[in-house]
């Protein structure tokens, strides 16, 4: 198995920046441990370590929006990963939006592109 | 300004994704500070805090690939920036290919997609 340089955080943990395969749209980045490095290579589904709630995570484990995982790239260093993921649900960020990037620098300011797919008080109640 | 929670990494750095503006390739991730953060929108060409050296980092300040930010997208956590950029040079990488995610994950072993668009050794000496 691909092993990567978890020693080179102080945390242990390692970006996964999560693309999709279709369009190459950044949707989000989490953390991974070797764990949830493990256990994506396994099921073929995008597993992070949860910082918030310090656990293994399931993307999509409580929204149903599972990553399917087409491809993955490991960087020069080994100590970033990219997922090429087949979004299911349409969207990756909690807040409904497509991708978790939907705010620009404009200005100076933040500036909101596009509109939610969901609404996440419906989806995690 | 736009402000970044920094506050939400142990070291006080967070991880800026660079992609290619054009294509939509993912380049390479690396880390910024408040103070790189602020050089990148001050002067619009990436900057970021090395971690090996320690210091304020002008991506391209050794080999002349120097990364031209056409727009910075910010993610709901206010903790991961994606720079989408012009890379100078044609390459990002400091082993001479144009993506450090130059290796794919291919039947539990790292394959290496593309051929360097430089030789390391001449550029940095």
Redesign the interface.
């Known amino acids: ?2 092993k990567l340089d978890f020693a080179k955080s ?2 242990g943990l390692l ?1 996964a ?1 999560v ?1 999709d395969a279709e ?4 949707l ?2 989490a953390y991974i441990n070797d764990e949830s490095w493990c256990k994506t ?1 396994e099921t073929g589904k995008a597993h992070f370590w949860s910082r918030s709630r310090n656990k293994l995570w399931l993307k999509g484990e409580s929204s149903g929006h599972v990553q399917v995982v087409k ?7 080994q100590d ?1 990963v ?1 997922f090429k993921v087949e979004q299911l649900g349409g969207a990756a ?3 409904g ?1 497509r991708s ?6 404009t200005d ?3 500036e909101v592109l596009g509109v939610p797919v969901f609404d996440p008080a419906k989806v995690y109640g």
Do not use: A
């Open positions: 198995m691909v102080v945390d970006p920046i693309q369009t190459g749209d950044v989000m980045l290579l491809d993955i790239f490991v960087d020069c260093d970033t990219v960020c909690h807040k939006y978790c990037f939907f705010r620009r620098v100076g300011e933040l």
